[in-house]
C-alpha cells in the first residue's frame, strides 16, 4: 500500500499538467509560501481516479503558460521531477519524458513515464500517456485570464493507475501532494514575474 501511494502524487504532475472557485481572491506576492487557497479535488470512480485543480495566481496568462510548459526545466522548480525533457516536437505536439520520485521516511519511489503533450496557446494544454506506470490517462490544462492581473489555472484529468488505491487514504495523500505540486509552479510564476532589485529604478 505504501509504495502505491507514494508512486502516484509525483504522477500527478506527469500526468498533465473543473471546480469553479467561487468568490476566489488571487494570493498576492507575499503570501508565495501558502497553498491553501488551491483546490484540490481527487475521487475514485472504480478503478480511474479523477483529478481537478484550480489554482489563482497574480501574474499574466502568458507569463503562467511559460512556467507550466517549461518541461526542460521542470526538474528545477518541482522538487519531485528528477528530469523532464523535451523528446520530440512537431508544431505545437511534443513528446516529453520524465523522471520523478518521491519518499516516505526510508523508503524511495521512482518511475519513468513519457507523455504526448498538445499545446493550445496560449490556452490550453492536453496531455495523454504514450508510456509509464499507467493503464491510461489524459489530462487537460486550461489557463484564463481572471481580470486585475490575475490568472486562473484550471486542471482536469482522468487516469487508471495499475495498482490499487485505498478510496480514503489515498485521495486523500493525492490531494496534499497534489497541492504541493501546483504550489511550486505558481511560486515559480511569481518567481518569474516579480521585478528583481537590478530591474527596478535606483531610488533618487
Same mark, same amino acid.
Given at each position: 500500500?505504501?509504495?502505491?501511494? #507514494?508512486?502516484? $502524487?509525483?504522477?500527478? =504532475? !506527469? ?8 468568490? &476566489? ?15 484540490? #479535488?481527487?475521487?475514485?470512480? !472504480? ?11 497574480? &501574474? ?15 526538474? *528545477? ?13 512537431? !508544431?505545437?505536439? =511534443?513528446?516529453?519524458? *520524465?523522471?520523478?520520485?518521491? /519518499? ?14 498538445? =499545446?493550445?496557446? #496560449? ?21 484564463? /485570464?481572471?481580470? !486585475? ?6 486542471? #482536469? ?23 504541493? *505540486? ?12 516579480? $521585478? ?7 531610488? *533618487?
Amino acid at each position: 500500500m505504501v509504495s502505491t501511494l #507514494h508512486k502516484l $502524487p509525483a504522477l500527478i =504532475l !506527469g500526468l498533465s499538467l473543473s471546480i469553479p472557485l467561487a468568490l &476566489a481572491q488571487a494570493p498576492s506576492r507575499t503570501d508565495a509560501q501558502d497553498a491553501s487557497d488551491i483546490t484540490v #479535488h481527487v475521487k475514485k470512480n !472504480g478503478a480511474t481516479i479523477i483529478v481537478d485543480v484550480e489554482m489563482m495566481v497574480q &501574474a499574466p496568462p502568458l507569463a503562467t503558460w511559460d512556467v507550466l510548459t517549461d518541461y526542460d526545466h521542470m526538474a *528545477q522548480f518541482v522538487a519531485n521531477v528528477q528530469s523532464s525533457r523535451i523528446t520530440d516536437r512537431k !508544431g505545437n505536439t =511534443l513528446v516529453v519524458a *520524465q523522471k520523478s520520485g518521491t /519518499s516516505f521516511g526510508l523508503l524511495k519511489f521512482f518511475f519513468d513515464n513519457v507523455r504526448e503533450v498538445e =499545446l493550445v496557446p #496560449h490556452s490550453e494544454i492536453r496531455s495523454n500517456l504514450i508510456s509509464g506506470d499507467m493503464k491510461a490517462s489524459a489530462f487537460t490544462t486550461r489557463i484564463m /485570464s481572471g481580470g !486585475g492581473g490575475v490568472t486562473r489555472v484550471v486542471n #482536469h484529468g482522468e487516469f487508471v493507475p495499475t495498482m490499487w488505491v485505498p478510496p480514503v487514504i489515498g485521495t486523500a495523500f493525492l490531494e496534499s501532494e497534489t497541492r504541493k *505540486q501546483f504550489h511550486e509552479l505558481r511560486n515559480e510564476i511569481m518567481r518569474r514575474t516579480t $521585478p528583481t532589485k537590478a530591474s527596478m529604478p535606483a531610488v *533618487q
